[in-house]
T-cell receptor
Framework: GENVEQHPSTLSVQEGDSAVIKCTYS??????FPWYKQELGKRPQLIID?????GEKKDQRIAVTLNKTAKHFSLHITETQPEDSAVYFC?????????????FGQGTTLQVKP | DAGVIQSPRHEVTEMGQEVTLRCKPI?????LFWYRQTMMRGLELLIY????????DSGMPEDRFSAKMPNASFSTLKIQPSEPRDSAVYFC????????????FGPGTRLTVL
C-alpha cells in the first residue's frame, strides 16, 4: 500500500542549532505535503505545508523543501529553541483530487537542549 | 470558535463493552476525519466524511467499528464489542473544502480497554 517513511525517529540538538527531518513517499500522484507538530499530550497542529507546484516554502524559522522527482520532502528548523521540542509528523495525500486521504509518517521526536 | 470538541476526554472500559466517542467539528467545516494514534501504528485515518456522507472508510479496522454523522455538527465513533487492542488516542479533525486544506484536530479521547 501507499506509505510515508520518516527519518530520523529521534533527533537531539543544542539550542540555536538547525534540525532537519526527511520524508519519502510512494505515490507519485501525491500533491500536498503538510507537517504537523504534536507537543506531549496535545493534539497535532499544522505548522507548514507545501503543494507540488512549488519546490520550497518558508515561514520564519521553518522551511520545507520538495523534490517530486525523488519523491522526498524535508522540514528544516533553524535557530532551534526549547519550545520546538515536540513530535513532528510529515504527511502526504494519497488518492485523487480533493478526495484523497492523508498518510502520516511515523513521527520524529525532536529534543532541543538549552 | 471553540475548535473541534471531543468527548469524553478519557474513557476506561472493560473488554466486551460498547464505547461511543463523540465529536463536534468547527462550525462551517464540511469535512470530518476520525484518526487513531498508537505507539505501534502511529497516526492512522479510520474514516472521513464530506457533508455528512462517508467518503473513505478503508481504515476502519473491522466490523466492530462504526461511525456516523447524522448532521453537520455531530459525529460518533462506536466500538462494539471493545477489545484491549483498541486502546489508543482517538482524534477527530475537521477541515474546510477538502483534504488538501488544513485539518484542525480535537483534543482527542484516550481510550483504555481493560
Amino acid at each position: 500500500g501507499e506509505n510515508v517513511e520518516q527519518h530520523p525517529s529521534t533527533l537531539s540538538v543544542q539550542e540555536g542549532d538547525s534540525a532537519v527531518i526527511k520524508c519519502t513517499y510512494s505515490d507519485s500522484a501525491s500533491n500536498y505535503f503538510p507537517w504537523y507538530k504534536q507537543e506531549l499530550g496535545k493534539r497535532p497542529q499544522l505548522i507548514i505545508d507545501i503543494r507540488s507546484n512549488v519546490g520550497e516554502k518558508k515561514d520564519q524559522r521553518i522551511a520545507v523543501t520538495l523534490n517530486k522527482t525523488a519523491k522526498h520532502f524535508s522540514l528544516h528548523i533553524t535557530e532551534t529553541q526549547p519550545e520546538d521540542s515536540a513530535v513532528y509528523f510529515c504527511a502526504a495525500i494519497v488518492g485523487s483530487g480533493n478526495t484523497g486521504k492523508l498518510i502520516f509518517g511515523q513521527g520524529t521526536t525532536l529534543q532541543v537542549k538549552p | 470558535d471553540a475548535g473541534v470538541i471531543q468527548s469524553p476526554r478519557h474513557e476506561v472500559t472493560e473488554m466486551g463493552q460498547e464505547v461511543t466517542l463523540r465529536c463536534k467539528p468547527i462550525s462551517g467545516h464540511d469535512y470530518l476525519f476520525w484518526y487513531r494514534q498508537t505507539m505501534m501504528r502511529g497516526l492512522e485515518l479510520l474514516i472521513y466524511f464530506n457533508n455528512n456522507v462517508p467518503i473513505d472508510d478503508s481504515g476502519m479496522p473491522e466490523d466492530r467499528f462504526s461511525a456516523k454523522m447524522p448532521n453537520a455538527s455531530f459525529s460518533t465513533l462506536k466500538i462494539q464489542p471493545s477489545e484491549p487492542r483498541d486502546s489508543a488516542v482517538y482524534f477527530c479533525a475537521s477541515s474546510l473544502r477538502g483534504t488538501l486544506n488544513e485539518q484542525f484536530f480535537g483534543p482527542g479521547t484516550r481510550l483504555t480497554v481493560l
